[in-house]
Structures are given as C-alpha cells and as structure tokens.
C-alpha cells in the first residue's frame, strides 16, 4: 500500500533537513526542561530585529560611496520608518521619537539617525539565546548547511552587485557584521525589493542553525561534519 498516495514526495534533501531537525529539536527539549531560556515574544522580537538591522542600514549608509547601493538602503529604511510606530505600539511602546528619525532621514544625517535609533534599541534589546547557543553541535551545523544549500546559495552564493539591494555572501556578511545585526536580519527574513521580500520563513531551530553555521564555516563543505 503507498501510504504517500496523493501527496508529494519529500526530495532526499528534505528529508534529511527534517532528520537533523528532529535530533536537534530532542536535545532542545532536554536543554529546556533543564532550564533553558524563554524565547522573546513574537512582536518584541520583530521591534527588536527590525531596530538592529534599521541601524545596520544606517551604517552602511553612512560608509557607502555606489549611487544605486545608498537609494535602495535609503528607500527601505523609509519603509521601515514609515512601520516603526506599529511595531512600537504592538507591544506597548511610544512612537514619539519616529518623526524625528524620519527628518534625520531626509537631512542625511546619519549621526542624529544613529543616536535615535540607538536609544530605541536600549529600551528593546534583541534576545538571542534561544537562538545562539554556546556552542553549536555537529547535527546543528549540518542542518544549516543543508538549508543553505536547498534554500540560500541560488541567490546568495552568485550575488550580483547590478541591483539597488543585492543578495549579498551570508558567509561574507556573517564575518563582517555584528553577530547581533546579522542574527536580526535573518529573523526579519529576506530583505530586498518588492519582487523578492518576505517575512523570514524559518523557525526558531532553522534560524538558530543558519546562523550557527554561517558563522563556522566559509562557504565550503565540511566533511568532518558529516
């Protein structure tokens, strides 16, 4: 009898994605019954995330010298200004300071946007421990290379620089990011334009292996993993 009658077939892929799940998510249920951390609740999370990479921005802004790469980080961190006041009053906060922050926008003064958003960020720090453990397990790392594979290298491990918001090297921006900013950008998802954003489709266990294994390896496969 085919008991996967009427349904698709899982790719050898996916079917070892969701193996290594399993494993990990039964370590993680013993760590928790143990007396692990609370994950952040979802709306402080997305504040959180969305203040890091919105700071992010503002940085790279402020050190890029490329016409197209300054308007597409212009142009989305408008947007995200423009949602700031929901995601503060979501979880219960002031959105006095926002219009400020826009006019340190529109003045291209980075400091001032720099010191606003900075403030923000102290009244709602981004908790991750549920997402960074101290040091990641073999299964966790392979998992996050077999998403990486199935889900990221298309876009990311062929980058093309000829577009205002690029899908820039995760190996690469893992190096040369603050673990923090890089963590948030993965928990608010794909960042790009109108053809290619979406919210982050991973869950807490997937993120928390993406980016345990953006930042051990190179990009290269590591067969003692295996």
Known sequence: MDHDQGRPRRTQGEA???????????LAAAATLSGGAMAQDEHSRQLAAGLAVMAGDVRQLAASAKTQRREGLRVRLAGDLSSLPLLLRRVGGDAAS???LRAALAKEDWRSLERGLAALRQHYPLDLRTLLPAAPTPERLRLGEAIHRQTCAG?????????????LNLFEQSRH???EEFAARLIIGVRGDVS???????????LG?????????????????R
Do not use: Q
């Open 98 to 100: 926002v219009p400020s």
């Open 16 to 26: 070892a994605i969701g193996n290594l799940k399993h494993c990990i998510l039964v």
């Open 155 to 167: 876009c990311h491990d062929a980058s093309t620089t000829d577009t205002n918001l690029p899908a």
């Open 209 to 225: 292996a993406l980016i345990a294994y953006y930042g051990s390896t190179n990009g290269k496969s590591v067969p003692w993993l």
């Open 196 to 206: 290619t954003a979406y919210r982050n489709p991973f869950s807490d266990l997937e």
């Open 177 to 179: 990011m603050p673990r």
